[in-house]
């Protein structure tokens, strides 16, 4: 027994399949079967009215408006050349953070703060023995350096010896200097 009224062929040209539950286009109100109802899988010629997008300007960050049939591209582009609130600051600096160390001239991007006098430092005086810290409770020098080592707990074996080779470079940087 057959139903010749009972559900519709897909509007696709390559596969006509007789679909009893058929599924509708929203932009060119074909009806196709379950595996061409995609604008992407029959090649919508009216997608473009489905494809709804509201580009971001890369400069100011703000929404820009387009109409449908409009090239967001060239939208944004219009935009950038008309409205855009964005000025880029010709005197805007990066590395504005400089070594408070005497005959330092570095600059950098983070603030590197002393824990004990407070300065604002580089990355090479950041320690308060480069930068000859003389703020804070204790003396700070090698002498100190070695005595709070030695306060510290202890670590066995290879840490030991690394942190200690580490500490005589240190210091013979230091004399060198």
């Known amino acids: 027994m057959e139903f010749p009224d009972l559900g519709k062929h897909c509007s ?10 058929p599924l509708k286009c929203d932009a060119c109100k ?8 995609t604008c992407a899988a029959h090649k919508c010629p009216f ?10 300007c890369p ?3 703000n929404p820009v408006p387009i109409k449908k049939g409009e090239i967001p591209d060239m939208v944004v ?14 005197t805007e600096k990066i590395f504005t953070y400089r070594c408070s160390k005497e005959g330092c001239k570095k600059k950098e991007m983070l603030r590197v703060a002393c824990d004990q006098c407070g300065g604002s430092f580089c990355i090479r005086h ?12 204790r003396p700070i020098g090698a002498a100190g350096c070695t005595a ?21 470079q240190r210091l013979r940087w230091k004399v060198k200097r």
């Open 12 to 21: 696709e040209k390559t596969c006509k399949q007789l679909d009893f539950l």
């Open 30 to 37: 074909q009806d196709f079967c379950k595996d061409h109802f």
């Open 47 to 56: 997608a473009f009215k489905k494809d709804v997008q509201v580009p971001v």
């Open 59 to 61: 400069l100011c960050n």
């Open 77 to 90: 582009g219009e935009h950038i050349d008309r409205d855009c609130s964005y000025h880029p600051r010709k």
């Open 126 to 137: 950041r320690h308060p023995l480069d930068h000859s810290c003389k703020h804070g409770g």
């Open 148 to 168: 709070a080592r030695a306060s510290e707990s202890k670590p066995s074996g290879a840490s030991n010896m690394l942190s200690s080779s580490w500490l005589a």
